[in-house]
């Protein structure tokens, strides 16, 4: 590595180029100095050789300031001529740091006046060049004559009323092509040519400690157009929304036919550079469209008479009102003049879009990579309501892990869904729950199986990413889940995983890529031979015995399988949007045969006739971004949480009360194969190696820290510490961990704050501990030692009553939570019990039973369901919580449970099996 250089955090090779340039800078101008003043330079001539060496093999993937401006530092260099060297790494430093490169004027880099140091390092905006700037990437073997020729070429084509201006890249070869995709975020097309080498002629162990790169195998062997698509599919894996061309010198009409169709367009390389220079913007043209935002902004700036409901709109009622001025103040006057009930006159309506609406859906579908999207006003939370209601009705089985979100809960209650729940795995030592085993659910499968019950099973939710991070493998769970049941529906809770669709690694194992995956190899005839080699191995699935089942990695029959796929998103958790804007997206094979008009009516019956176009606007403009910025930011994201994670465990005041938790800690070692205890800080071919082959996987934009080392227990440090001394929001917390979440707005100067903050409460403690008394002392090393133990075990899902199990054939765990809800409205069936009194009727064998759902907050999950019984593992758990917050309990009065006599009625009045669901079990 070269001197200066530190070793680096996760595959930030952008940060070390930005770093590299400015202490080029630094250096440069340190060795002009010298040299004026005829102090030795050998030292510093080392190091501007060694960052010249760093840029030299990264430098060619950017188009600013790029292989030209950095040949010109090489040579200023080797000539000895300092002085000119410092001058123009300092103004290549600055273009870089205010990015003024963005306003794409070509450079002068024999000009020496202050005019253009101040031209070429000014923001572009401050030129009025607000113009949206971005990259191309051209792939293509060409001398740096030719490359110079086809830059002044596009450039010539550029007008003054462009949307947007960019700058060519060219490299040479495929693995060159894959690497820029990977680490220039700004490219946004790329223009793949058909002379271009297999791998990159410079080898370099710096590139190789952070590109996995595949795909480019054997590719020597193939003909030209064989190698454009091999590097078409590699670059459309790790970057979806590129725009890829192909230009060619041969017959583009044959070739149109049989090219891959992640190709946007085939050129004739003859017929010049003006179409592919028009292709190029019309194609980013398309993703910065937002319909919904620009028909909203046009409607708000015509005038309009309001004889219509919502007086607010325009601003009517407070631009001339004498007590709310202030409102106008805060708010601004745009958000109001965009506030309307209009459907029509350029808008759209949210329950039967016909224009902008729809349009601003169908450009979300394709940046998420579903086949339809929905927008949704009101949360995840009514999100998952809409998809339960669609899908399942009264009666249905659905598994589904018991530490969902509470709106899953409601959803299945209200559906009169029967219910099974799943157990995830337990994390005793931190009070938390992981994410559920594969085994467990198939175990839960197979059981329902043998009951005869598999027919009624209709659907399997769960949450991907859980509130801690833990990512399952999407792909591998619904291949063997549909092996046992080929047309089970699947719903993913990605309420906080939207972001991933926008990075290589984490995107496979979102619900629509894993999908869209799933799907093609289905297809596949490899896949049938798998299938077939399977059902030779241990018979037809049908027949064979569970634990063989259990046991082995199960193929679906693809002639039978169908891949019906939901998955719900807040957009406004981890990417722009105003608060309680979501998403639905939809990968369901049987969407418009089977379910589109249910999915239409639990849409009208859960969203508003009044949706907030405010919403509705910052949805369309967050997909936008995401499209175009998705990456960057979420590289960004990563990176910063993976500063945060280093400053804690390597800050030496900290680590000692702190502790960020690591893969291994909340991954149990026998759902990694892998055996990567720490995927993260391994590099990228490691977190690749882990994420493309472990059941669970972390995402690293979580940061879960330990803090029982400070005696405080979690909800305190995020209310007394966190939250009120130093603003610092948080959301989680459990008993000895607060869960610090890094999103797309996470900033650098952010991280440094908390890492403040954190050091101001570490200092603190340290200065506490000095001074406390002997008995001080005893009573905070009780507390430390209280929240370093382990806590009451976290207990499983103990069952329902059988007054609420279906009650019909073998007995299967499922319970319907819809009648033990409602049953509980005639208060004569209930009761209050004292926390002492239920103990003593479990202690003496009774079933007591819940009338709602329990939820101690953190950590929010429901310990106990309507229906469901109460264990000693619940009390005892129960007993050993000190949260603030206990919903469905009431500290005066107790738990309320049903009495023996609503039991005895709800046992007799069991609803008849559906007849055919009583067909179909057999
Ligand atoms: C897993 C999960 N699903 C759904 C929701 C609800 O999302 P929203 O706040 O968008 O309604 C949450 C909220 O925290 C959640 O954690």
């Not at 198939?442 to 949450?463: F, S």
């Not at 994420?691 to 405080?712: H, K, N, Q």
């Not at 030692?785 to 059988?802: I, K, M, N, Q």
Request: aromatic share 10%; proline share 5%.
């Amino acid at each position: 590595m070269p001197v200066g250089i530190k070793p680096l955090a996760y595959n930030s090779l952008w940060q070390l180029r930005n770093d590299t340039w400015s202490s080029l800078e630094e250096s440069t101008t340190q060795l002009a100095l010298a040299e004026a003043q005829q102090r030795p330079v050998e030292q510093l001539v080392e190091t501007v050789t060694g960052s010249l060496d760093v840029l030299g093999s990264i430098e060619g993937f950017w188009a600013f300031p790029g292989v030209q401006i950095l040949r010109e530092v090489q040579r200023l260099f080797a000539a000895g001529h300092y002085d000119r060297l410092a001058a123009v790494v300092g103004r290549a430093n600055r273009a870089l740091v205010t990015e003024s490169y963005r306003g794409g004027h070509a450079w002068d880099l024999r000009a020496e006046d202050d005019d253009a140091y101040d031209r070429d390092t000014r923001p572009a905006k401050q030129f009025g060049s607000e113009r949206p700037y971005f990259e191309v990437l051209v792939v293509e073997d060409l001398t740096e004559k030719q490359e110079n020729s086809l830059r002044e070429e596009l450039r010539r084509w550029r007008r003054p009323d462009d949307q947007f201006i960019y700058e060519i890249v060219v490299v040479p070869s495929f693995d060159e092509a894959v690497m820029a995709a990977r680490l220039n975020f700004r490219l946004q097309a790329c223009v793949v040519r058909r002379r271009f080498a297999h791998h990159s002629r410079h080898d370099s162990p710096l590139l190789a400690q952070f590109i996995g790169i595949d795909g480019s195998d054997d590719l020597m062997e193939h003909t030209p157009d064989d190698r454009a698509q091999a590097l078409a599919r590699s670059l459309a894996k790790i970057r979806p929304e590129l725009d890829l061309y192909l230009m060619t010198e041969i017959s583009v009409e044959d070739l149109a036919g049989r090219l891959s169709h992640h190709f946007r367009r085939i050129f004739h390389a003859r017929e010049g550079s003006l179409e592919l220079h028009l292709s190029i913007l019309d194609g980013v043209a398309a993703r910065y469209r937002s319909p919904f935002f620009s028909a909203l902004r046009n409607y708000s700036h015509r005038p309009t008479g309001v004889f219509h409901a919502l007086p607010i709109s325009h601003g009517k009622s407070i631009v001339n009102s004498h007590w709310i001025k202030d409102m106008i103040d805060f708010y601004g006057l745009e958000i109001f003049l965009a506030e309307t009930s209009a459907t029509c006159g350029g808008l759209d309506s949210l329950l039967e879009p016909t224009g902008p609406l729809r349009e601003a859906q169908q450009l979300a579908a394709e940046a998420f990579g579903s086949r339809k999207t929905y927008f949704v006003t009101n949360g995840t939370s009514t999100a998952n309501k809409i998809v339960v209601q669609a899908l399942v009705q009264p009666g249905d089985i659905v598994l589904v892990d018991r530490n969902c979100h509470q709106s899953h809960h409601y959803g299945l209650m209200l559906a009169g869904a029967m219910v099974t729940y799943l157990d995830a795995y337990p994390l005793h030592q931190y009070s938390m729950y992981g994410a559920v085993p594969l085994t467990e659910i198939k175990r839960q499968l197979l059981a329902l199986r043998r009951a005869g019950k598999l027919d009624r099973v209709k659907m399997l939710l769960l949450t991907n990413c859980t509130f801690d991070g833990i990512v399952y493998d999407v792909g591998r769970v619904m291949e063997e889940c549909l092996a046992i049941k080929p047309d089970l529906v699947f719903l993913w809770d990605e309420a906080w995983f939207a972001f991933a669709r926008f990075h290589p690694v984490s995107r496979p194992r979102t619900a629509m890529r894993a999908a869209r995956t799933l799907a093609g190899r289905l297809r596949l005839p490899e896949y049938r031979e798998r299938y077939d080699a399977q059902a030779t191995e241990i018979g037809a699935i049908d027949a064979a015995d569970d634990e063989v089942l259990l046991r082995q990695r199960l193929t679906p029959d693809p002639a039978r399988a169908r891949v019906r796929v939901y998955s719900t998103q807040s957009t406004h958790k981890t990417l722009t949007s105003l608060r309680q804007g979501s998403m639905i997206h939809v990968w369901d094979q049987d969407f418009s045969q089977k379910v589109e008009a249910t999915f239409h009516e639990a849409y009208m019956t859960h969203t508003s006739t009044s949706p907030n176009y405010q919403i509705l606007a910052s949805l369309d403009l967050g997909r936008r971004q995401a499209a175009l910025e998705g990456f960057e930011m979420v590289q960004k994201q990563v990176e910063n949480a993976m500063r945060l994670r280093d400053a804690v465990d390597h800050h030496p005041l900290l680590s000692k009360y702190m502790r960020c938790l690591t893969t291994a800690d909340l991954i149990p070692a026998e759902y990694r194969p892998a055996c990567i205890d720490q995927p993260l800080r391994s590099g990228l071919p490691s977190m690749i190696e882990a994420w493309d082959c472990d059941e669970f996987v972390l995402d690293p934009s979580r940061i879960t820290v330990y803090i029982g080392a400070t005696g405080i227990e979690g909800d305190t440090f995020k209310r007394q510490l966190l939250m009120d001394r130093y603003g610092v929001q948080i959301n989680k917390t459990s008993r000895n961990t607060v869960l610090f979440m890094t999103t797309i707005g996470t900033t650098r100067s952010s991280v440094a704050y908390l890492i403040e903050v954190l050091v101001t409460i570490a200092r603190e403690l340290e200065a506490q501990l000095a001074d406390m008394s002997p008995n001080e002392r005893d009573a905070y090393e009780r507390a430390v030692e209280r929240l370093t133990a382990p806590s009451a075990p976290l207990p499983d899902f103990s069952g329902f009553h059988p007054s609420f199990t279906d009650g019909h054939g073998v007995p299967t765990p499922e319970g319907d939570v819809r009648r033990a809800f409602y049953l509980c409205y005639n208060d004569s069936y209930c009761e209050y019990l004292t926390p002492e009194e239920v103990e003593q009727r479990v202690e003496n064998g009774d079933q007591v039973v819940s009338t709602t759902y329990v939820t101690p907050y953190p950590p929010g999950y429901p310990v106990l369901v309507p229906g469901q019984v109460f264990s000693k593992e619940i009390l005892s758990f129960m007993r050993s919580l000190d949260t603030p917050e206990i919903h469905g309990y009431r500290a005066d009065l107790g738990y309320r449970v049903y009495l023996d006599k609503a039991l005895e009625i709800a046992a007799t009045t069991r609803p008849a099996p559906r007849p055919d669901q009583l067909n179909r079990s057999k």
